[in-house]
C-alpha cells in the first residue's frame, strides 16, 4: 500500500486571513495578562478585537482533549478546536484519575492499533464523547499505560493521511497535529455527507500553514527545515504575504529555521 496524498488544505471552506490579518501586535489577556496574539493558550479565550468575529460551531458529540503535563500550551494546536468550538470542547490535563468520572460506555478514545474502528464505518450514534490525547507519541503511549479508564474505552481511527504540520517531527507524515486528528474525526464521521460543517475546527491551522508559506514565498532563498517533508512549500502556488514578518531578523538565513520565529 502507497502512502497517503496529503490532503488539500486549500479547499477547507475558511477564509481567515481576511480576520486574523488585522491583529498586528500581541495584547494581554483580557482575564490572566498573559501576552498573545489571537487568542490564550491558557485561558481558551480570543482576544478582545477579535470576539464575535471567529466562527463558532456545535460539534454532533463531545470532545475531552487530554493533554500530557509536559505538553507545551504555546505549541498545542488543540486549543485551536476550543476557541471555535467552546460548548462541546473541554482541555484537561493528565493525571492518573482525570477520567474517573467518564462514562467509557458512552466514550470513545481517537488512538490506532489493531483494535481500533475507522470512524467512517461506525454509527457514532451511541458515542456521546470522544477522547483525544494531545502531546507525543511517547507521552500519549505512556498515558495510556497509567490510566485504567483509557484502557477501557473503545479505540477508534481515521483514514491516513500526511500532515500539513509545519513543525519537524521525528515520526512518519502521517502522525496529524492534534487539531487535524480532531477536524478528519468529525469529518469522517459524517462519510460522503459531508459539507464542510466542521472546516472551522482548521481555521486557525489553515492560517498558520498559509502564513508559513507566503514567507518562503517571500524570501524564496531561504533555506528550508531538510528534514520535513519533500515539496512541503508550495512556491508556485505560495502568494507573498507583506503582513509576515519574523521576530529574529538575525535567523533569516539559518538552515533548519524554526517557525515559531514566526509571529502567529
Same mark, same amino acid.
Given at each position: 500500500?502507497?502512502?497517503?496524498?496529503?490532503?488539500?488544505?486549500?479547499?477547507?471552506?475558511?477564509?481567515?486571513?481576511?480576520?486574523?490579518?488585522?491583529?498586528?501586535?500581541?495584547?494581554?489577556?483580557?482575564?490572566?495578562?498573559? /501576552?498573545?496574539?489571537?487568542?490564550?493558550?491558557?485561558?481558551?479565550?480570543?482576544?478582545?478585537?477579535?470576539?464575535?468575529? %471567529?466562527?463558532?460551531?456545535?460539534?454532533?458529540?463531545?470532545?475531552?482533549?487530554?493533554?500530557?503535563?509536559?505538553? %507545551?500550551?504555546?505549541?498545542?494546536?488543540?486549543?485551536?478546536?476550543?476557541?471555535?468550538?467552546? !460548548?462541546?470542547?473541554?482541555? +484537561?490535563?493528565?493525571?492518573?484519575?482525570?477520567?474517573?468520572?467518564?462514562?467509557?460506555?458512552?466514550?470513545?478514545?481517537?488512538?490506532?492499533?489493531?483494535?481500533?474502528?475507522?470512524?467512517?464505518? =461506525?454509527? =457514532? $450514534? /451511541?458515542?456521546?464523547?470522544?477522547?483525544?490525547?494531545?502531546? $507525543? @507519541? /511517547?507521552?500519549?503511549?505512556?498515558?495510556?499505560?497509567?490510566?485504567?479508564? %483509557? !484502557?477501557?474505552?473503545?479505540?477508534?481511527?481515521?483514514?491516513?493521511?500526511?500532515?500539513?504540520? @509545519?513543525?519537524?517531527?521525528?515520526?512518519?507524515?502521517?502522525?496529524?497535529?492534534? +487539531?487535524?486528528?480532531?477536524?478528519?474525526?468529525?469529518?469522517?464521521?459524517?462519510? /460522503?455527507?459531508?459539507?464542510?460543517?466542521?472546516?472551522?475546527? =482548521?481555521?486557525?491551522?489553515?492560517?498558520?500553514?498559509?502564513?508559513?508559506?507566503?514567507?518562503?514565498?517571500?524570501?524564496?532563498?531561504?533555506?528550508?527545515?531538510?528534514?520535513?517533508?519533500?515539496?512541503?512549500?508550495?512556491?508556485?502556488?505560495?502568494?507573498?504575504?507583506?503582513?509576515?514578518?519574523?521576530?529574529?531578523?538575525?535567523?533569516?538565513?539559518?538552515?533548519?529555521?524554526?517557525?515559531?520565529?514566526?509571529?502567529?
Amino acid at each position: 500500500m502507497g502512502s497517503p496524498d496529503s490532503y488539500d488544505i486549500h479547499a477547507l471552506e475558511v477564509s481567515p486571513q481576511l480576520v486574523l490579518d488585522t491583529c498586528k501586535e500581541r495584547v494581554s489577556c483580557g482575564f490572566c495578562g498573559k /501576552s498573545v496574539k489571537f487568542f490564550c493558550y491558557y485561558c481558551y479565550k480570543p482576544v478582545a478585537g477579535l470576539e464575535g468575529r %471567529l466562527p463558532q460551531i456545535r460539534l454532533p458529540f463531545k470532545l475531552d482533549v487530554v493533554k500530557h503535563p509536559n505538553e %507545551l500550551d504555546g505549541k498545542s494546536t488543540a486549543v485551536h478546536a476550543k476557541i471555535v468550538a467552546p !460548548q462541546d470542547v473541554d482541555i +484537561i490535563t493528565f493525571t492518573d484519575t482525570c477520567l474517573d468520572g467518564v462514562d467509557v460506555q458512552t466514550t470513545a478514545l481517537l488512538f490506532p492499533g489493531p483494535d481500533a474502528q475507522d470512524v467512517a464505518e =461506525m454509527d =457514532m $450514534t /451511541s458515542i456521546e464523547r470522544v477522547v483525544v490525547i494531545d502531546g $507525543t @507519541w /511517547s507521552q500519549a503511549k505512556a498515558m495510556m499505560r497509567n490510566c485504567s479508564q %483509557l !484502557q477501557r474505552m473503545q479505540k477508534v481511527t481515521i483514514k491516513p493521511r500526511r500532515t500539513r504540520f @509545519w513543525r519537524f517531527q521525528n515520526v512518519d507524515d502521517q502522525y496529524l497535529a492534534t +487539531i487535524e486528528a480532531i477536524y478528519f474525526l468529525y469529518r469522517d464521521s459524517v462519510g /460522503s455527507n459531508y459539507n464542510g460543517e466542521y472546516d472551522a475546527l =482548521m481555521y486557525f491551522y489553515k492560517y498558520f500553514y498559509e502564513h508559513i508559506q507566503s514567507e518562503y514565498a517571500s524570501q524564496p532563498e531561504r533555506c528550508f527545515n531538510h528534514r520535513h517533508q519533500k515539496n512541503y512549500i508550495e512556491y508556485d502556488s505560495a502568494a507573498p504575504n507583506p503582513n509576515v514578518r519574523l521576530t529574529k531578523p538575525d535567523t533569516v538565513a539559518k538552515v533548519n529555521y524554526d517557525f515559531d520565529d514566526l509571529e502567529l
